[in-house]
């Protein structure tokens, strides 16, 4: 059976890495009559949006975006729109605050498996549409770090700016630019060239897109289904190079190189959701590879569901079915080279 969305009503302390309570609730506010919860119906399409590559956009587009997260982190802390309380949302669904619907001892996890991909990409779909109601903007669309190609393979400068919105001081200063990114960072700086670095991750990225991933299990993940424990296995890309990159930002004077080192604080740095779009990116990718690479079939899958708020602050629920075409979705990502195709190791 598919994975249930959470009980939101019994939603408790989450947990940190080393098992000990987060000290603080990361649980988002609930409405109190959680009996019928509408499913969410995706508004039609009338123009797709584009994401752009976060190292081309122009001064215009990151003074709106600026303005967006900054009236974000401006709402009552209460909100579920709240900036912190959207960045709960992700602290909550993987730090086991949550459990599933009719499982209450299965607690919710959305990494290590194949809700991985298309959770994200739900959050992500809600977060942007909030920002460009912020801002009274529905073409707003989240920048992309496009790491997987050397023009984008620093930390994109509009998170750089002190002050900004869209900063954290929270993140490895020994990674600001020029610093180059190694996409399988484990926690020890490389002793390469910027080339060699360079070589590096475009040959990951083959490997992580091509070689190791023929077929969707290895790229999305091991299934999980209803009532089943959580940690199945996750698929490729999320290995390498998602976790390395939420490693190499984070700081690491932090316990658990809090904020992007670790699940409960990673959404909190607004770089998170560039990272997170690129990730999406590499999905919308990988299906025109070829071979057998394509979403998969299982009912178990396209029914699992999650629980969000829309822009209207109306919570909703969504499922993995109505996700897999980004396009419908109302988005698709500005189309850069993909350097790494010619990578084959
Ligand atoms: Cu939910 Cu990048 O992690």
Known sequence: QP????DLSTCSTASLPDGLPVPFSCCPPFPKDLSNIPTYKLPNVSKVKIR??????TQEYITK????IQRMKELDKDDPLNFMQQANIHCAYCNTGYKELGFPGVPLQVHFSWLFFPFHRWYLYFFERILGSLIGDDTFALPFWNYDSQAGMQMPSLYNV??????????????????VVDLGFTTIDLDASDEQKINNNLTMMYRQMLTNAPCPQLFFGNPIRGGEQPIR??????NIPHNAVHRWVGNPNNKFRENMGTFYSAARDPIFYAHHANIDRMWTIWKTLGGKRRDFTDRDWLDSAFLFYD?????????IQDCI????LGYKYEDVPIPWKNFRP
Not at 233 to 238: A, F, L
């Open 3 to 6: 994975v249930p969305p959470p």
């Open 52 to 57: 752009p590559a976060a190292h081309n956009v």
């Open 65 to 68: 975006y600026s303005t967006a």
């Open 162 to 179: 002190v002050n900004s919105p869209l900063y954290d001081p929270s993140r490895n200063q020994n990674h600001f630019p020029p610093n």
């Open 233 to 238: 296995g996750m698929g490729t890309i999320e």
């Open 311 to 319: 822009e209207n602050r109306t919570l909703v629920k969504v499922t």
């Open 325 to 328: 075409n980004n396009e419908k």
